[in-house]
């Protein structure tokens, strides 16, 4: 019932900039946190930045000072503006949410399909 899907994916160029946005749908009745993890070719997935209902952020230490993570839309959807862009952030992002569908019930946590970023000249 729930999803998660994220866009804004693509090639940039070392020193460019790109923006990410995931999208929940579905029966939702709170989040309690949405974020981003990464993973690139023959590496392990890692987490990349975490926003709480609150709007505690958390940013790895690789993207710290680069990255942004933000919410709208009710915070239904988190955005990651990625700046300054390196090779190394070329991977596949996938947007994560711990969120409950009823008053009652415990958080679960979600994931997307991810989307790829390609940092390369």
């Known amino acids: 019932q729930v999803q998660l899907v994220e866009s804004g994916g693509g090639l940039v160029q070392p020193g460019g900039s790109l923006r990410l946005s995931c999208a929940a749908s579905?029966?939702?009745?709170?989040?309690?946190?949405m974020g981003w993890y990464r993973q690139a070719p023959g590496k392990e997935r890692e987490s990349v930045a975490m926003i709480t209902s609150g709007g505690s952020t958390n940013y790895a230490d690789s993207v710290k000072g680069r990255f942004t993570i933000s919410t709208d839309n009710g915070e239904k959807t988190v955005a990651l503006q990625m700046n300054s862009l390196k090779p190394d952030d070329t991977a596949i992002y996938y947007c994560t949410a711990a969120l409950a569908v009823r008053d009652v019930s415990p958080f679960s946590r979600y994931w997307g399909k991810g989307t790829l970023v390609t940092v390369s000249s």
């Open positions: 579905g029966s939702i009745f709170r989040i309690n946190f």
